[in-house]
């Protein structure tokens, strides 16, 4: 399960906090989260802080979202490992 809050950000950036599991059916769900704030604000943060795994194609999709503009944060060694971003 994966939980997406979005959070105001600085400016036309937006926040987003993500707690739980990025697999299965999640990384589609926040994929198109991440694409409408993209497509309607400055920026986006994707917090970490609170994810305890990713899958491959959850991987994938961070690696897509970066070079989208996106920008990954606190997240723990095991995650940023898993991610490599």
Partial sequence: M???DTVTGVGATRI?????????PWVDALG???????STHDG????????????RDGVALFHRLVQAGAVVVNGSAFV????GV
């Fill in 80 to 83: 940023r490992s898993q991610i």
């Fill in 44 to 55: 986006v943060i994707l917090d970490l802080q609170n994810v305890v795994f990713v899958d």
């Fill in 2 to 4: 994966l939980r997406i």
């Fill in 16 to 24: 987003l906090r993500l707690e739980g599991e990025v697999v299965g």
């Fill in 32 to 38: 198109r989260s991440c694409d409408a704030e993209l």
